[in-house]
């Protein structure tokens, strides 16, 4: 069931979409080679606390941290751990905050250091991707609409969407109605309303779009071994548009 929010509840969560994005930035600039992931989820679990919020990750469907930390092939939702960031890896940092009783939910994909062209076009790719299925969204169009012009651009570029996961409604719930797709059909699917909040997560990879689980049991890794991409924003639908709950303005 989609579920429609009042605005008290899209200010509540536009109060948490920006706190969400200043913690992001934060934690973009601790993103260096030397670091490792698991000082990257503590200095995220911590700076939630700090605005008196709560990981929405944590101990969702059992997962142990605060943050999902993927890096070079794997897509989404890898574990912290002591593993070191080296020069010429890129990493997607993905957060959600519990603020008020309503989630926020934000991805972002950095190279650490000097990485390769291939590496910088894919970020760049993945990006712009995002800011253009974001243009989709708004009353009347569909879920179909976001989709299709999401892989369009990502395969006229060489690359492909991962189709095994997907976007998603948020709100009281971290997951919720509907699931948004990466690809599909102009005009399908759900029809978009006005105080929908959604999330849209463009996953996008250098070889072929199939993936496979990573070896810590939570996260998903590309089946070849190509680079991965990832970057998300919590969005409200409003009458002229696509509002970004999680941008840093």
Request: glycine share 10%; hydrophobic share 35%; with cysteine.
């Amino acid at each position: 069931m989609i579920i429609i929010k009042t605005p008290e509840e899209i200010g509540i969560m536009t109060e948490g979409g920006k706190i969400l994005a200043k913690i992001m930035k934060e934690l973009e600039k601790k993103v260096k080679p030397g670091i490792t992931t698991k000082e990257l989820d503590r200095l995220a679990e911590e700076l939630v606390l700090s605005y008196g919020g709560k990981c929405s990750f944590k101990r969702y469907e059992k997962f142990p941290a605060c943050l999902c930390t993927s890096i070079n092939e794997e897509i989404v939702h890898s574990v912290p751990s002591d593993r070191i960031l080296k020069e010429g890896n890129i990493i997607s940092l993905d957060l959600g905050i519990f603020h008020k009783g309503f989630h926020t939910d934000m991805a972002v994909t950095l190279p650490i250091g000097k990485v390769s062209p291939e590496a910088l076009r894919l970020i760049r790719v993945t990006k712009k991707a995002l800011k253009r299925g974001i243009k989709k969204v708004r009353p009347g169009n569909t879920i179909g609409d976001i989709g299709n012009t999401i892989q369009r651009y990502v395969e006229s570029q060489g690359f492909n969407v991962v189709r095994e996961l997907c976007g998603h409604g948020i709100g009281r719930q971290l997951h919720e109605d509907p699931q948004i797709l990466n690809y599909g059909k102009r005009h399908k699917g759900e029809e978009m309303k006005e105080d929908q909040v959604l999330c849209l997560e463009p996953m996008v990879i250098a070889g072929n779009w199939k993936l496979k689980k990573t070896e810590d049991g939570f996260g998903y890794k590309t089946a070849d071994g190509f680079l991965s991409a990832h970057f998300e924003h919590t969005i409200a639908v409003t009458k002229d548009g696509a509002r970004v709950l999680t941008g840093s303005e």
